[in-house]
């Protein structure tokens, strides 16, 4: 599993709060099967709307892009988002008699307002790479923490759901994006980004919004 050269160092410098987002006890639970199924589906419905705010800003990432090679990058993952991975939760919450419309109207957790207007308004507020560091940490950890329960995970009730992060399709979202993020560093940063004034300010923006993906997982399991 390789996502570009950026992601592990923004990863390493978001220490421990990494960990606690990949290894929580929501993610845990999705392994063994032992997550209740209310929890689960309360992260669900919440997820889409999350995804419906995460596509919003990738689709502002195109007007944030500074070449055609970006901008095809960021609607390609608008597309993979709208048509692809909200499919899951289409489905998955159908088998349970919630349809497409009642999850498009859920009221937002609290948790999921402040992780979505903050993505937002580091694209609104920042530039491209504000926009990029914001958005990595869902990305590209569903994707780390897809291919470890694929690896790990035993009979769950989950499968379908490990399934579609650990699948084909997500990986090479994921891999895409890495991409997308180290030509846009090294465009704007350099050969050596680590050095430039503005890395601490991007890695600060990685690690706060692996912080509330934490949040995220723990409303799942306020459930």
Not at 191 to 208: G, K, Q, T, V
Request: hydrophobic share 45%; aromatic share 12%; glycine share 8%.
């Amino acid at each position: 599993m390789s996502y570009g050269s950026t992601f592990p160092l923004w990863r390493d410098a978001a220490g421990d709060t990494w960990r606690a987002y990949t290894r929580h006890a929501f993610v845990a639970g999705l392994a063994d099967g032992t997550l209740p199924r209310a929890g689960f589906l309360r992260y669900l419905v919440q997820d889409y709307v999350f995804l419906v705010h995460f596509s919003r800003a990738w689709a502002l990432a195109v007007t944030k892009a500074e070449t055609l090679e970006e901008m095809r990058a960021c609607a390609a993952t608008v597309h993979a988002l709208l048509d692809q991975e909200m499919r899951l939760h289409v489905e998955t919450c159908a088998a349970e008699g919630i349809s497409e419309d009642a999850l498009f109207a859920a009221r937002e957790a609290p948790q999921n307002l402040a992780y979505t207007r903050y993505v937002l308004d580091a694209g609104h507020s920042g530039d491209f790479l504000d926009l990029m560091a914001a958005l990595a940490p869902c990305v590209l950890g569903y994707g780390e923490i897809g291919a470890r329960l694929a690896d790990a995970a035993g009979d769950t009730p989950y499968a379908d759901w490990i399934a579609t992060y650990a699948g084909a399709d997500y990986q090479g979202t994921c891999r895409e994006v890495g991409a997308l993020i180290d030509g846009a560093v090294a465009r704007r940063l350099g050969a050596a980004p680590e050095y430039n004034p503005r890395w601490s300010r991007l890695c600060a923006r990685f690690e706060m919004a692996t912080r509330l993906e934490v949040d995220f997982w723990g409303m799942g399991l306020s459930a």
